[in-house]
């Protein structure tokens, strides 16, 4: 059973816009969270992280808010750039368990 | 700065075939990792190592052994190679906290036929 889910295979949003890329998880213990951004033949780069006593932690036009009732976090992505289309990445228990990952397409 | 290598970019085998994919990282790190990344699956951990000769099993070892003679190399073994073992192979390793992000090789794309 996965324990990180990405439900949203695929994204596409227009340049300048916001991105808001979903991840959901099962387990309360989670206390930290990763995004990963993966290009093609390359291997992921961590993004962002957040841990359980935020709701939110912000780096230039990435942000991600944490829900820990909801048991969900988004990454956000504001304005969105062609330069970010890529594989986004989910994880929690510093990198033992990843989402499925969400295909992001930046259309200019 | 900070550099985690694999041994092959591209390798093709042969069903039965006994398979070594190789990671070497220079950053002095404890932690070490072999995932392999397939469509709609994402990455799933197939072992883990917080230490030299030491290894721990993750979400899907089968068919998979690793070993960890030196801290800066962590093998990656597929002892019969099946054609349901063909995906992309990623290594990571990382420091010894909970709270430390991955470093990634820049993955090898392993065909079986």
């Known amino acids: 059973d996965q324990q990180v889910k990405q439900n949203s295979p695929s994204l596409s949003v227009q340049e300048g816009r916001i991105s808001i890329l979903n991840c959901d998880y099962t387990n309360s213990m989670f206390d930290y969270f990763l995004w990963y951004k993966k290009y093609p033949a390359e291997g992921p780069t961590f993004l962002i992280s957040?841990?359980?006593?935020?709701d939110k932690n912000e780096d230039g036009r990435f942000t991600v808010f944490l829900n820990k009732s909801a048991k969900h976090l988004s990454l956000h992505i504001v304005p969105s750039q062609p330069g970010d289309s890529a594989v986004y990445f989910c994880?929690?228990?510093?990198?033992?368990?990843f989402g499925a990952g969400t295909i992001l397409r930046v259309k200019s | 700065d900070v550099k985690v290598t694999q041994s092959s970019r591209y390798l093709v085998k042969r069903t039965g075939e006994k398979v070594f994919l190789e990671c070497v990282q220079d950053m002095d790190h404890e932690n070490m990792f072999w995932y392999r990344q397939d469509p709609g699956l994402g990455l799933r951990l197939i072992y883990f190592s917080y230490d030299v000769k030491m290894k721990e099993k993750g979400d899907i070892p089968e068919g998979y052994s690793v070993s960890r003679e030196k801290k800066e190399r962590f093998s990656l073994i597929l002892e019969s190679a099946s054609t349901n073992q063909t995906s992309m192979y990623l290594c990571?390793?990382?420091?010894?906290?909970?709270?430390?992000?991955?470093?990634f090789g820049p993955g090898t794309r392993l065909t079986v036929l």
């Open positions: 957040i841990s359980s006593i935020k």
């Open positions: 994880a929690a228990r510093s990198g033992l368990v």
């Open positions: 990571a390793s990382s420091p010894p906290s909970g709270r430390y992000t991955q470093y």
